[in-house]
């Protein structure tokens, strides 16, 4: 019975996706939006503790909870995500460094403490799962508007209030931005006054799978927006895959963060 309610939720929103009301792109273009999605302010650092839930195909869930820091270094965003539970998990980190220079390539590094020490992730595994959830190394990361060309939808409907973009991965760098991200192309619904990505889908680079992005309980805490609510819905052919929901359970804007505590050096440190 609860693999057949989640299914027909699946469902459910798979037919939201064609069902809302149109709305018609106002003066900006696609490339000034997304580039106000990148530069919207979310503090100059800040932490959160969230729990992620795996559900599969047949409802059955796992729980993990997990700890994120994150901090601007002028237009660079260095990024720590740290798992608390469970305890066969437990001391597992994701570090990135999310560069602003389009030429110089993204950094990230993980630390698993079966192994007890820190592995440098080449800029192909952007497109892998992080730890069992649908959401890549890439995902966590910013959008990388370099990457992307994008334009507005006319052709399928949008919400008001919000604005629908397409992204094409650009043409000379095709293929790598395939390989680098796992995706042919996404759609993007951004909020108009929060400027922010409040829903997405995903074309995989593998025919036939499809991943929908939706957020909920969107609220105001120090002047940035933050979604109390992520939810990743991984199809293939339409049909439920797997899924996974992120809920922010505590979250902190500009607390004092350390420089040393973002380094590839102190992860093994940090995650305990």
Same mark, same amino acid.
């Given at each position: 019975?609860?693999?057949?309610?989640?299914?027909?939720?699946?469902?459910?929103?798979?037919?939201?996706?064609?069902?809302?009301?149109?709305?018609?792109?106002?003066?900006?273009?696609?490339?000034?939006?997304?580039?106000?999605?990148?530069?919207?302010?979310?503090?100059?650092?800040?932490?959160?503790?969230?729990?992620?839930?795996?559900?599969?195909?047949?409802?059955?869930?796992?729980?993990?909870?997990?700890?994120?820091?994150?901090?601007?270094?002028?237009?660079?965003?260095?990024?720590?995500?740290?798992?608390?539970?469970?305890?066969?998990?437990?001391?597992?980190?994701?570090?990135?460094?999310?560069?602003? !220079?389009?030429?110089?390539?993204?950094? +990230?590094?993980?630390? %698993?403490? *079966?192994? #007890?020490? /820190?592995?440098?992730?080449? =800029?192909?595994?952007?497109?892998?799962?992080?730890?069992?959830?649908?959401?890549?190394?890439?995902?966590?990361?910013?959008?990388?508007?370099?990457?992307?060309?994008?334009?507005?939808?006319?052709?399928?409907?949008?919400?008001?209030?919000?604005?629908?973009?397409?992204?094409?991965?650009?043409?000379?760098?095709?293929?790598?931005?395939?390989?680098?991200?796992?995706?042919?192309?996404?759609?993007?619904?951004?909020?108009? !006054?929060?400027?922010?990505?409040?829903? +997405?889908?995903?074309? %995989?680079? *593998?025919? #036939?799978? /499809?991943?929908?992005?939706? =957020?909920?309980?969107?609220?105001?805490?120090?002047?940035?927006?933050?979604?109390?609510?992520?939810?990743?819905?991984?199809?293939?052919?339409?049909?439920?895959?797997?899924?996974?929901?992120?809920?922010?359970?505590?979250?902190?804007?500009?607390?004092?963060?350390?420089?040393?505590?973002?380094?590839?050096?102190?992860?093994?440190?940090?995650?305990?």
């Amino acid at each position: 019975m609860k693999g057949n309610l989640l299914k027909h939720a699946v469902f459910l929103l798979v037919l939201a996706w064609t069902g809302l009301a149109w709305s018609d792109p106002d003066a900006a273009t696609a490339d000034a939006v997304m580039a106000s999605v990148r530069a919207r302010y979310k503090g100059d650092t800040w932490a959160m503790s969230s729990s992620v839930t795996l559900i599969d195909k047949n409802s059955s869930r796992m729980q993990r909870k997990v700890r994120s820091i994150s901090k601007k270094v002028g237009e660079d965003l260095k990024s720590l995500t740290v798992v608390l539970e469970p305890s066969r998990l437990s001391g597992t980190a994701f570090l990135s460094y999310d560069w602003s !220079e389009s030429s110089r390539e993204d950094e +990230a590094w993980l630390y %698993l403490p *079966d192994l #007890g020490k /820190v592995t440098r992730l080449a =800029t192909g595994s952007r497109a892998d799962y992080f730890l069992g959830s649908d959401f890549t190394y890439g995902d966590l990361e910013e959008i990388k508007t370099d990457l992307f060309d994008f334009s507005f939808v006319t052709s399928s409907p949008a919400p008001d209030g919000q604005w629908l973009i397409h992204a094409e991965p650009r043409k000379a760098i095709h293929g790598k931005v395939v390989d680098r991200t796992g995706y042919q192309r996404i759609w993007y619904w951004v909020d108009k !006054e929060r400027r922010m990505v409040v829903r +997405a889908k995903y074309w %995989l680079r *593998d025919p #036939g799978w /499809v991943k929908y992005y939706t =957020t909920s309980d969107i609220q105001q805490q120090a002047g940035v927006w933050i979604p109390r609510e992520e939810r990743m819905v991984l199809t293939q052919q339409g049909v439920l895959v797997h899924a996974t929901t992120l809920s922010v359970e505590d979250i902190q804007i500009n607390p004092r963060v350390d420089d040393a505590s973002l380094s590839p050096q102190a992860l093994g440190r940090s995650s305990k």
